[in-house]
């Protein structure tokens, strides 16, 4: 999500009788504070990152099956609420220094939540949202290089290169995994279905913990 700017005031014009051809308009104004139509809420401050209607931008689509499988109401409430520290998602609730109320937080959940398609995994369901167990590097640069590197080159290097260390400073452990998981399909990133073989939760978190062991320190100075 990308923080918008809501529009400042709506207008209803409410048009009364008076004398004979003349009208009177009466202005109410309504607040930010007071917006709970989803597709405002979600367009001013979503979709310039998640994209229109949920299908993916520069990050993933909140739309996608995968995603909605894997992420419960109660963790897409926690994200928009809080924003993600040191990446580009931000705060969204009033209390942590967001423009959003708690009502509007809850219209989003439940707007984003509406998306989902009862029945999509029946057969085969995705690795959990979170890793169950701490990830090995050597097997997930093997498991990269296997399954990825079509894509991203050997060691994440090639042309669509993602062992980058500027993206890797701005994105969370948990953004790698969710997006190794869910794809970007609108960008031809397949699921984690789509591969020689359906990627395990192991997988998943050897991946992204050899892609972690990619990232550069923070220098002394920008530490701090």
């Given at each position: 999500?990308?923080p918008?700017?809501?529009s400042l005031?709506?207008?209803?014009?409410?048009?009364s009788?008076?004398?004979?051809?003349?009208?009177?308009?009466?202005?109410?104004?309504?607040?930010?504070?007071?917006?709970?139509?989803?597709?405002?809420?979600?367009?001013?401050?979503?979709?310039?990152?998640?994209g229109?209607?949920?299908?993916?931008?520069?990050?993933?689509?909140?739309?996608?099956?995968?995603?909605?499988?894997?992420?419960?109401?109660?963790?897409?409430?926690?994200?928009t609420?809080?924003?993600?520290?040191?990446?580009?998602?931000p705060?969204?609730?009033?209390?942590?220094g967001?423009?959003?109320?708690?009502?509007?937080?809850?219209?989003?959940?439940?707007?984003?939540?509406?998306?989902?398609?009862?029945?999509?995994?029946?057969?085969?369901?995705?690795?959990?949202y979170?890793?169950?167990?701490?990830?090995?590097?050597?097997?997930?640069?093997?498991?990269?290089?296997?399954?990825?590197?079509?894509?991203?080159?050997?060691?994440?290097?090639?042309?669509?290169?993602?062992?980058?260390?500027?993206?890797?400073a701005?994105?969370?452990?948990?953004?790698?995994?969710?997006?190794?998981?869910?794809?970007?399909?609108?960008?031809?990133?397949?699921?984690?279905?789509?591969?020689?073989?359906?990627?395990?939760?192991?997988?998943?978190?050897?991946?992204?913990?050899?892609?972690?062991?990619?990232?550069e320190?923070?220098?002394?100075?920008?530490?701090?």
């Open positions: 999500m990308r918008g700017t809501l005031l709506a207008t209803l014009a409410i048009t009788c008076g004398a004979p051809g003349r009208r009177a308009a009466e202005t109410r104004v309504v607040r930010p504070s007071e917006i709970l139509d989803f597709h405002v809420l979600y367009s001013e401050n979503c979709s310039g990152c998640h229109a209607d949920g299908q993916g931008g520069l990050s993933i689509g909140l739309a996608n099956p995968v995603y909605l499988a894997i992420a419960d109401d109660a963790i897409i409430r926690r994200i609420t809080q924003g993600v520290p040191g990446t580009p998602m705060a969204f609730a009033q209390e942590y967001g423009l959003l109320t708690d009502d509007q937080i809850q219209v989003l959940v439940g707007g984003i939540r509406d998306w989902a398609t009862r029945g999509a995994f029946q057969n085969q369901q995705p690795p959990p979170r890793a169950s167990q701490p990830g090995n590097s050597a097997h997930g640069q093997r498991v990269f290089n296997t399954t990825c590197s079509s894509c991203h080159g050997l060691d994440g290097r090639g042309k669509r290169t993602i062992a980058d260390h500027s993206y890797l701005l994105v969370s452990d948990q953004h790698l995994r969710t997006v190794i998981l869910t794809g970007m399909p609108h960008l031809g990133m397949p699921d984690w279905r789509h591969h020689p073989k359906p990627l395990s939760d192991a997988d998943v978190t050897d991946i992204v913990a050899w892609l972690v062991s990619q990232r320190p923070l220098s002394a100075e920008l530490s701090h």
